[in-house]
């Protein structure tokens, strides 16, 4: 009965490929956002998703894509992965787009050598 | 943009002892303040969060924290720590009806026992 749930937990791949994280949340919240955890814990927003919409993307490579197949789900994919993408990445969730607290995932502790 | 700093990275005490973390934003308009919690290995819990009325917020597990608006910050407090309570604790802010959080560094508490 987890609310927000990521897949993997843990993933460990090579310079320049390509990997994809599954979110998924199951609290009927409409908005749901991805967070890098870089090596020191500081937390940043990379994207955010209402309706299946893209929001928010902040300035991030995009070799970065987020993908929302519905409202319930956030996919990120990721090309050519680099040393500098291993970080832990969060998964989240709102009920809107407003004012409301965000619900975390577990994260995924991504790991590029 | 908006931004939020917190003060005294490391933060070690024993049990029984009190303790306040700082926290400041930088926006000039109304904001919606939030204390999160990561306990080692686990993902962000909500601490508690405030969005408007009683400046002081009581949150889950003795926490508490102030909204000062002249000061533009939003301390958290806990009057007698557990080694339980070891953990990194992040500020966050974003304006009011906006979801675009902004974290501050994290605080990392030690509690001795």
């Known amino acids: 009965d987890t609310a927000v749930s990521q897949t993997p937990k843990y993933l460990v791949t090579q310079m320049g490929n390509d990997k994809s994280i599954k979110c998924e949340q199951n609290?009927?919240?409409?908005?749901m956002y991805w967070y890098k955890q870089d090596s020191k814990k500081f937390l940043k927003i990379m994207f955010s998703?209402?309706?299946?919409?893209?929001?928010i993307n902040e300035t991030v490579p995009n070799r970065f894509s987020p993908k929302s197949p519905d409202k319930a789900h956030l996919n990120l994919h990721i090309n050519s992965l680099e040393l500098g993408d291993s970080a832990v990445y969060f998964c989240?969730?709102?009920?809107?787009?407003?004012?409301?607290?965000?619900?975390f995932g577990p994260g995924t502790r991504l790991t590029v050598t | 943009a908006q931004s939020v700093s917190q003060h005294n990275h490391h933060v070690i005490l024993s049990e029984a002892a009190s303790l306040e973390l700082g926290c400041n934003y930088s926006?000039?308009?109304?904001?919606?303040l939030f204390w999160y919690v990561q306990y080692p290995g686990q993902h962000l819990q909500l601490l508690l969060k405030?969005?408007?009325?009683?400046?002081l917020v009581k949150g889950i597990k003795g926490f508490e924290a102030e909204f000062i608006k002249s000061k533009f910050s939003f301390n958290l407090r806990k009057p007698s720590v557990q080694w339980s309570d070891t953990a990194e604790y992040f500020c966050?802010?974003?304006?009011?009806?906006?979801?675009?959080?902004?974290f501050g560094k994290g605080n990392q508490v030690v509690v001795i026992p």
């Open positions: 989240a969730s709102s009920q809107g787009s407003g004012t409301y607290e965000q619900y």
């Open positions: 609290l009927g919240h409409d908005t």
């Open positions: 998703y209402n309706n299946k919409e893209l929001i």
């Open positions: 926006y000039g308009g109304t904001v919606n």
């Open positions: 405030y969005f408007s009325g009683d400046p």
């Open positions: 966050a802010a974003s304006p009011y009806g906006n979801n675009r959080l902004a």
